[in-house]
């Protein structure tokens, strides 16, 4: 992608409520499922986007949140967010590469990561992220999965520029390998892809009407076309992981 591109890819997602699948609902489940925190639980949102989880996490558990995000917009968000739901003073933006966080190893108690580990690859952001865990930390992630072994040929080729992209056995092999206990997964329901693609339907109709880009528009809506036609085929699962 050229940087004009992402400049206009960006634009089409700028104001949405979260860059990914995923509710409240859906964090809610998660954090239970993720079991007992420390009182005041040292959090890591990685590719936090505008803050959907960030600061609901910071409300929900008491504890500190750190979003990081390299588009600095997202970090405004976050900041605009988190102030409208008095947690300005626990919810902090590091603009970042997940790639190489400038983070202690052990300084994490629960590293969450929407729609956000593909950028690195399943494998690798859990080697990465493994050694910032402290002694009883939790990794929550989500990621892109095939749900059959025969996609349409008009999801696979969608999804081809995503050569990481597993099924759950195959993910959770993966996990054990990269010495993790998988504690659950959880397939995403379709209103949590509902809660991302409406919002973003919308704000493609208003640039549509003010005449931006027919072409990058049409791309956008492309996503939401393969998803709804092959729903079947794919979705997002979220994994609950330990280390081991």
Known sequence: MTDDQFAQFMHVHSGLPREAPGSEETLDLLLRLAGSL?????????????????????????????????????????????????????????????????????????????????IMGFDAGLAAWRELLSDDGVIVLTECEWLTDTPSDEAREFWAAYEGMRSTPANVAAAWDAGYRVIATYVLPDSDWDAYYVPLAARIDKLRAEGFDPDVLDAASAEIGVRARNASDFAYTAYVLKPR
């Open 38 to 118: 420390p009182a005041d639980p040292r959090i890591v949102d990685v590719g936090c986007g505008p803050g959907a989880a960030a600061v609901p996490l910071a409300v929900k558990t008491g504890g500190t949140v750190i979003g990081v995000d390299l588009h600095e917009p997202f970090l405004a968000d976050l900041a605009s967010r988190a102030d409208a739901a008095g947690v300005a003073d626990r919810v902090t933006g590091l603009a970042a590469s997940m790639e190489s966080l400038p983070l202690e190893p052990g300084s994490v108690d629960l590293l969450w990561a929407e729609g956000s580990i593909y």
